[in-house]
T-cell receptor
Framework: QKEVEQNSGPLSVPEGAIASLNCTYS??????FFWYRQYSGKSPELIMF????GDKEDGRFTAQLNKASQYVSLLIRDSQPSDSATYLC????????????FGSGTRLSIRP | GAVVSQHPSRVICKSGTSVKIECRSL??????MFWYRQFPKQSLMLMAT?????????EQGVEKDKFLINHASLTLSTLTVTSAHPEDSSFYIC????????????FGPGTRLTVT
């Protein structure tokens, strides 16, 4: 079992709809959770981080964390074609000194 | 967010030569930086963790004598690919970690290395 699992996609969503990206992790000791966006040929860009159960909203993005189910998700409201990218889920175990473990990413495509 | 720069953005070198890539944190001090490699259509692969003033920690399977890492200051880490071969051609990305509870990581723009 991978430490951080994501569906590779592609996930196709019509413009203006809500895109829902999901991630599960295996280590219950995980403390911090991150979502990165990576455009083709570019490096990852941090878009959200969350470390408490519940929802965290930032503009069109909402991160949701459920530690009991070991599940973290990212919702993108009013999806735009510019949101088409690969979204990487990342998890840090234990302390801030621990390294981040990345999932393999979900490719999201927003169709006009 | 915090800004991390990398130089050069692209480099082409001949087989057998060495290439140095610089990673700088521009608006914060980074005691820990990370070096990743990414092949086309594949996920990020952590190569090593670079700590200021001490030896880097390499991931399993990464040759420390081939990929030399130096973290001489709180804002600069360098990766030197020694005796480069065509199979070393890849996208090399550094990342710097903020100090603090969340300790989020920010990535540099990456360096595309092509070895001919």
């Amino acid at each position: 079992q991978k430490e951080v699992e994501q569906n590779s996609g592609p996930l196709s969503v019509p413009e203006g709809a809500i895109a829902s990206l999901n991630c599960t992790y295996s280590d219950r000791g995980s403390q911090s959770f991150f979502w990165y966006r990576q455009y083709s040929g570019k490096s990852p860009e941090l878009i959200m981080f969350i470390y408490s159960n519940g929802d965290k909203e930032d503009g069109r993005f909402t991160a949701q964390l459920n530690k009991a189910s070991q599940y973290v998700s990212l919702l993108i409201r009013d999806s735009q074609p510019s949101d088409s990218a690969t979204y990487l889920c990342a998890v840090r175990r234990y302390s801030s000194a621990s390294k981040i473990i990345f999932g393999s990413g979900t490719r999201l495509s927003i169709r006009p | 967010g915090a800004v991390v720069s990398q130089h050069p953005s692209r480099v082409i070198c001949k087989s057998g030569t060495s290439v140095k890539i610089e990673c700088r944190s521009l608006d914060f001090q980074a005691t820990t930086m990370f070096w990743y490699r990414q092949f086309p259509k594949q996920s990020l692969m952590l190569m090593a963790t670079s700590n200021e003033g001490s030896k880097a920690t390499y991931e399993q399977g990464v040759e420390k004598d081939k990929f030399l890492i130096n973290h001489a200051s709180l804002t600069l880490s360098t990766l030197t690919v020694t005796s480069a071969h065509p199979e070393d051609s890849s996208f090399y990305i550094c990342s710097a970690r903020l100090v603090g509870v969340e300790a989020e990581q920010y990535f540099g723009p990456g360096t595309r290395l092509t070895v001919t």
